[in-house]
């Protein structure tokens, strides 16, 4: 299943954002892959305050990945300086269903990420514009993007 949203400010990606982190249950896995500057951070700011974390989420430029408290933990990671030769990251700790994992640039860990997720793609259309496409693979993403499709 796909959909594509458009959203003509930061303000309106941000409540897309808010409106998929309410729905999110830990175990949960959403990538979110676009350019530079294309909003994967502004995303995932609202997400994870919608999750209810309090903290700044910042990207983890120097750790691979960042934990958060909210209602439940939620993981950060930006892959954008990993690539697939390197060691196995041992993603499962992450997706045993204890929090919800957010992953910025998907792409470079492809080979080590589950099939079953919901997958995000951001598009910078102008300067204050932007397409969000969402694609779900196995039946609690397809059940999840229903929801946030109706949220
Ligand atoms: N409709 C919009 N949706 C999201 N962000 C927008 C929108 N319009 C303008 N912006 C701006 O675009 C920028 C997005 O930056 P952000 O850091 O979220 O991108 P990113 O994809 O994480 O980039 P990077 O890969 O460099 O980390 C912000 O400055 C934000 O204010
Ligand atoms: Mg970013």
């Not at 994992?101 to 860990?109: D, F, K, Q, T």
């Not at 196995?138 to 999840?144: D, N, P, T, V």
Request: glycine fraction near 8%; charged fraction near 30%; aromatic fraction near 8%.
């Amino acid at each position: 299943m796909k959909l594509t949203w458009k959203t003509k400010a930061e303000k309106e990606t941000r409540s897309l954002a808010a409106r998929l982190g309410s729905l999110l249950h830990p175990g949960d896995i959403v990538t979110l892959s676009g350019d530079l500057g294309a909003g994967k951070t502004t995303f995932t700011k609202a997400l994870a305050a919608a999750l209810g974390v309090t903290r700044t989420v910042n990207s983890p430029t120097f750790t691979i990945i960042k934990e958060y408290e909210g209602r439940c933990p939620f993981y950060h990671m930006d892959a954008y300086r990993l690539d697939d030769s390197m060691e196995e990251l041992g993603l499962e700790e992450y997706t045993d269903g204890e929090g919800v994992l957010v992953i910025e640039w998907p792409e470079m860990i492809e080979d080590q990420l589950p099939e079953d997720r919901l997958s995000l793609h951001l598009a910078y259309t102008g300067e204050t514009t932007r397409e969000i496409y969402a694609e779900a693979a196995g039946r609690r993403y397809e059940a999840l993007l229903e929801e946030w499709k109706k949220a």
